[in-house]
């Protein structure tokens, strides 16, 4: 009785298709929070979620898909950013946060002048129970397009985000790893939108990095630790939200954040303790 009870969510076939698509989309996510948090773009994906109200809507009253608007308007809004951060006086989270809270303001005003048949709050906190098998494949080959590029360039990119100045000496195209950063953050982050939303795909983002770089100091261990918490954080939240009769997408964040919770909590005990050995 026991085992049917555990076994009893995935009899449903809405709940087989979130399992997927969680699983799909964390090893990407989970792989480019490792750089973010080593750049210092925590907030970029922000930018890019907050960004790409706008295209939604565009596409939309243009009759086109509302994914090329959302990647367009998502990345314009990372490239703007990354300019007036180079370009102006202001540090680059004080200047993401001027963009994407513009970007994001310019959405809901276009939004609500507008009759639009757009489910707002599904863009914003996402629908991971009513994927299709369209969301699935095309969430598949662009989280595996960006495994791949991640994993064949992952040395670049890590000298790029921890010393940009001696990867440009040492002969490295910063400028194509910076761009190419911001394409693929731009496509995870819209490709998440139509599941854990546009202010939860985030978390997604910053916290399996921000926890795994708690745990070790090993970038390639780092990669694997961040992957490995986002698919059992991912899992497990779905899970979880079927018993608990919540939105997976928040179930699976929270989860994510009592991970991170636990690694400093564990973090903080033994820097206590080796302090007092010492």
């Not at 706008?54 to 959302?70: D, K, M, S, T």
């Not at 490295?172 to 731009?186: F, K, P, Q």
């Not at 202010?199 to 997604?204: A, N």
Request: proline letters at 3%.
């Amino acid at each position: 009785m026991m085992l049917e009870v555990l076994l009893f969510p995935f009899q449903f076939p809405f709940m087989a298709k979130a399992f997927t698509i969680v699983l799909i989309l964390s090893p990407a996510a989970a792989l480019l929070s490792c750089f973010l948090i080593l750049r210092g773009w925590a907030l970029i994906g922000d930018a890019i979620s907050h960004g790409a109200l706008p295209g939604i809507v565009f596409a939309y009253l243009g009759g086109l898909p509302l994914i090329f608007g959302a990647f367009a308007s998502g990345f314009t809004c990372a490239v703007l950013s990354g300019f007036l951060a180079k370009t102006g006086r202001l540090k680059a989270d004080t200047v993401m946060g001027v963009v994407f809270s513009g970007m994001f303001a310019l959405g809901i005003v276009i939004y609500t002048k507008v009759e639009a048949s757009i489910d707002l709050i599904h863009i914003l906190f996402g629908n991971m129970l009513g994927v299709s098998t369209w969301d699935i494949i095309f969430s598949g080959a662009i989280s595996a397009t960006v495994v791949l590029i991640i994993f064949l360039k992952r040395l670049d990119l890590l000298l790029y985000c921890f010393d940009p100045v001696q990867g440009h000496v040492m002969g490295l195209n910063t400028n194509l790893l910076h761009y190419g950063l911001i394409i693929m953050l731009s496509f995870t982050v819209v490709n998440a939108l139509a599941t854990v939303g546009m202010i939860l795909s985030i978390g997604l983002l910053i916290i399996p990095g921000a926890t795994a770089f708690i745990i070790t100091k090993h970038f390639n261990k780092m990669l694997l630790l961040a992957t490995l918490i986002t698919l059992l954080s991912g899992f497990f939240g779905v899970y979880v939200s079927f018993f608990l009769d919540s939105a997976p997408e928040p179930t699976v964040i929270l989860l994510s954040s009592l991970i991170f919770l636990l690694a400093m909590i564990v973090k903080s005990f033994r820097s206590n303790k080796n302090s007092k050995t010492l």
